[in-house]
């Protein structure tokens, strides 16, 4: 079998422990057999971030900039424990962080269904996407108790010169406590944009949320962003992409949500999306059984695991002893970069190879051969369990099958 051709290079940002290990199983079994591979490697492995003061980092967003997709392993984000283990000269960034800034996007995570592990909610069968603004409200708040009586106001002073505009928040007649919070139009502009063009490019309606009724400056202006820019930017191509854009009030979209089949994209500010992205991952099974993307609002795209390195595997992997762990969300990021590269680049046969992979992937588990994590919860009878690199065997005798 001849290999598949690519034209554009992928952005291919190496990590850390465990799913370093599997990063390189994966292209030995799953893609360099089958893929002749073009791909730009970036290598953020904790080490070489310290060695080049993190640079690798920053080049890695921007060689993302420049052609457009990129796939990306676990990384530790490093913490006291980590600079010592690691003998960092510095607690670097959260290389997540540093690349969302960069590209200024939007993390967009989907659960990965299969037969067997059936999520919590029985009304759920397809999966539901989450989309969570990422910046600002009660995550940049600055707060106060106030222990005694007195008066609480909120002062705008225009760097203009002009009025000063000022607010009472509340006339304290005893203790109690206070919280400001803010946001940006830009912000709230380039998550709307995300949302929309990834809406436009999974082919999904898009939902979004908040309480204007209540919150009826702050809360509205969210509401007001998102329409304006559908109205003025995306409501044609909506329209003939057979797609809907749907505005409602939080705790109602949350009472849909338990009542929908699925199939659609949540957008959710800033606190709504931590909260219901839990939700949503544990009702379908574990963050190794999601997909994960940041999109930015120019149409760049970052495919990631939404787990992290799973460090307790790796030092079990370190002392020779067998792992089982689960490769799934690793293999999805790969298989949705090249999927993206091959649309953008017009190349049927490299999306078909992305289709497959999946394919071939849900169909091992389906078959019952699986990873630990997924014994614990699937509803197949007599399951196998396999270990880290077995399942990887699994799936690429299969997908020799269907290629
Ligand atoms: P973790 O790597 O997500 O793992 C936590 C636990 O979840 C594991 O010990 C394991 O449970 C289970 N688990 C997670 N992924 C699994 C998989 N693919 N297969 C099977 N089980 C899986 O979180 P962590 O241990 O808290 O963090 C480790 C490092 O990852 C940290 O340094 C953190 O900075 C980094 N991190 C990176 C990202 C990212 O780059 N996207 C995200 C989160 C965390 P059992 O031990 O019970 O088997
Ligand atoms: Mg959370």
Redesign the pocket.
């Known amino acids: 079998m001849s290999k598949i051709v690519m034209t554009t290079p992928l952005v291919e940002m190496d ?5 370093r290990i ?1 990063w390189q199983m994966l292209k030995d079994e799953l893609i360099l057999p089958f893929v002749d591979l073009k791909s730009e490697y970036y290598d953020l492995g904790l080490k070489h971030r310290d060695e080049t003061d993190d640079q690798v980092t920053v080049d890695a967003a921007n060689a993302t900039k420049k052609y457009g997709v990129a796939v ?8 006291a424990a ?1 600079v010592e283990e690691y003998n960092l000269h510095n607690m670097w960034k ?3 962080g540093t690349i969302r800034a960069i590209l200024d996007g939007t993390v967009f995570r989907t659960p990965i269904t299969v037969k067997g592990i059936t999520p919590t909610v029985s009304c759920w069968k397809k999966p539901i996407t989450i989309a969570r603004h990422a910046y600002g409200d009660v995550y940049r708040d600055v707060e106060m108790v106030i222990d005694r009586p007195g008066k609480v106001v909120m002062t705008f002073i225009p760097e203009d010169g002009s009025e000063e505009k000022t607010v009472t928040v509340h006339q304290f007649d005893a203790p109690g406590i206070v919280q400001g919070q803010h946001n940006l139009d830009a912000s709230i502009s380039s998550f709307a944009k995300s949302c929309f063009e990834y809406a436009l490019s999974e082919g999904k309606d898009l939902w979004f949320a908040s309480k204007d009724t209540i919150s009826k400056q702050y809360d509205h202006r969210f509401k007001d962003i998102f329409q304006e820019i559908f109205e003025a930017e995306y409501k044609d191509v909506f329209e003939k992409k057979g797609i809907t854009y749907f505005y409602t009030l939080i705790d109602d979209a949350v009472a849909r949500v338990m009542k929908s089949e699925g199939g659609f994209i949540w957008a959710c500010k800033n606190y709504d999306g931590d909260v219901m992205s839990d939700m949503i991952s544990s009702a379908c099974g ?3 059984m999601m997909t ?1 993307v940041l999109v930015s609002p120019n149409g760049y795209y970052e495919y ?10 790796y030092y079990n992997h370190l002392k020779g002893e067998e792992t ?7 293999i999805f990021a790969w298989s949705g970069a090249f999927r993206k590269r091959g649309e953008l680049d017009s190349l049927p046969e490299l999306c078909n190879y992305a289709d497959k992979l999946e394919q071939a992937t849900i169909e091992t588990i389906e078959s019952g051969k699986m ?3 997924l014994i614990r919860i699937t509803t197949l009878e007599n399951p196998e369990t396999l270990s880290t690199a077995e399942f990887i065997k699994a799936v690429r005798e299969r997908l020799e099958t269907l290629l």
Request: aromatic fraction near 0%.
């Open positions: 990590g850390d422990e465990m799913t599997i990306k392993c676990a990384t530790i984000t490093p913490n980590r959260s290389p997540n574990s963050l190794a994960s990631e695991a939404a787990h992290g390195t799973v460090q307790r595997h089982s762990t689960n490769s799934v969300a690793t990873t630990k994590d």
